[in-house]
């Protein structure tokens, strides 16, 4: 079946949506694809409308990620206009998206929601970590208190640059870290810097 039909069969299927989860660090897609009434077999119609589904999804996944914030200004597709290894970087991620489920309708088609880190599109732009002196022996998990400023992509937090996620679902009995500043790009915290480029900084939001 041609590609063209593919996207008319999805474009006949539920509403598709993408969607981003600082929460979580993932950004997500679903979308559905319509079972091929001509196909010479029903396990045939399904295989093209899973496809047909992950395609679409792949598609809202390039589109939701281009339009995410990056922390120093600008978004991902602007910090990747002239960065042809961080596109290919990007391309790649959304092309290996983790298959968060797969619904399978009794008709043959198929609603499937893919998935995409958002650390994945960090070291995309940014490269992928380097760690220092101290390697993975920092805490894995840094909670960062009183931080005004949004959720975006490359924000460096006392001047390490790792993953983040933005959430009042805090872990217990991890160390606490106290926001200064923040701005072009970076979180400024008080003395007493903990972590490294193998922590997990869990930015402390409002409840």
């Not at 079946?1 to 996207?7: F, L, P």
């Not at 990056?70 to 990007?90: F, L, P, Q, Y």
């Amino acid at each position: 079946m041609s590609a063209g039909v593919v996207a008319a069969l999805v474009a006949l299927a539920a509403p598709a949506s993408a969607d981003v989860d600082w929460a979580t660090g993932m950004v997500t897609a679903t979308a559905a694809g319509v079972a091929d009434r001509q196909a010479p077999s029903p396990s045939v119609a399904r295989g093209t409308s899973r496809r047909g589904a992950e395609d679409a999804a792949r598609k809202l996944l390039a589109a939701d990620i281009a339009k995410l914030p990056v922390a120093a200004g600008g978004t991902v597709a602007s910090a990747t206009s002239s960065n042809a290894a961080a596109k290919a970087a990007i391309a790649k991620a959304i092309d290996t998206a983790t298959a968060i489920s797969a619904e399978p309708e009794t008709d043959g088609s198929w609603k499937v929601t893919l998935g995409v880190p958002i650390e994945a599109i960090r070291q995309a732009i940014a490269g992928p970590r380097a760690l220092d002196a101290t390697g993975d022996r920092g805490p894995a998990v840094v909670i960062v208190d009183g931080v005004t400023a949004k959720p975006a992509i490359g924000w460096t937090i006392g001047g390490v640059a790792a993953a983040t996620v933005w959430t009042d679902k805090l872990p217990s009995g991890a160390p606490h870290l106290k926001a200064t500043s923040a701005a072009k790009g970076a979180i400024g915290v008080a003395a007493g810097m903990q972590g490294g480029a193998a922590t997990l900084f869990v930015i402390a939001t409002s409840r």
